[in-house]
């Protein structure tokens, strides 16, 4: 791989792959340290990328897998035993309670981010590729390797888990006022 072309894919997608895997795991230093995961395996093989999607989706992709490696060799080590860490249906929660960076945030925003954490993983990785790295239905979907038609009807359903969540939470946060 040329050096002109590691450097281009660099510049010019670091930032939102990192901000994409600090909403997945809630730590700058994990998502720091999976950053670096995603250019190890971007440098090992960008020979192989046939240019079916745009670089963008691809780094996505290789970032998705990193992540779900990192959950899953998590889920493996705090439970002790070898069952299959199924990220499609499993939450993808992280150790850490919330990133430095999340606690600047307004208040609604955390409430957003702490509900979803309650979504499945899948719901999670389509509401942050969608809302928070504001990718298309089709770069979603080809980063996830689905057709338009899940990651519409995987949206649908977060935002409707999230809708009732942020409503139950409301319900008892003013009960708890009165």
Known sequence: MKESIFHRLYELYHQ????????????????EDLSHEVYVRVLKSYERFQGR?????????????????????????????????????????????????????????????TALEKCTGDQKMVIIMRYFQ???????AAVLNWTEGKVKTTQHRAIKQLRELLTTSKKEANQHDS
């Open 53 to 113: 999607s745009s670089e963008k989706t691809w780094l996505f992709a290789i970032a998705k897998n990193v992540a779900i490696d990192y959950f899953r060799k998590n889920t493996v080590r705090s439970s002790h035993s070898f069952n299959a860490f199924n990220w499609e249906t499993e939450q993808l929660v992280s150790p850490t309670k919330s990133p430095e960076s999340f606690t600047e945030l307004n208040d609604e925003m955390q409430q957003l981010l």
């Open 16 to 31: 939102d792959v990192f901000q994409f895997l600090i909403y997945l795991v809630k730590n700058r230093t994990i998502a």
């Open 134 to 140: 504001e990718l298309s239905i089709s770069e979603t």
